[in-house]
């Protein structure tokens, strides 16, 4: 269960995601490559639907974009 206030771990929201296009001659559009240094290039274990949450034991939360923590 999750605690209030505590990130959903989302694939789409992990650190070590990167969405690329695959080899369209296969028929893959848009893959999932995980960039972690134990799953490096190979496809990404986790749930992008439905705030489903990934049980991938490497998942770490994706920095939000302008959220650099100085304050003004």
Do not use: K
Not at 9 to 22: N, S
């Amino acid at each position: 269960m999750i605690e209030h206030g505590e990130p959903l771990r989302l694939a789409a929201r992990c650190l070590y995601l990167q969405m690329t296009m695959g080899d369209h001659r296969r028929g893959q559009g848009l893959i999932n490559i995980c960039r972690h240094i134990v799953r490096d290039g190979r496809e990404c274990v986790g749930p992008f639907l439905d705030e489903t949450e990934t049980t991938c034991g490497l998942w770490e939360e994706r920095p939000r974009p302008g959220a650099s923590g100085l304050r003004g």
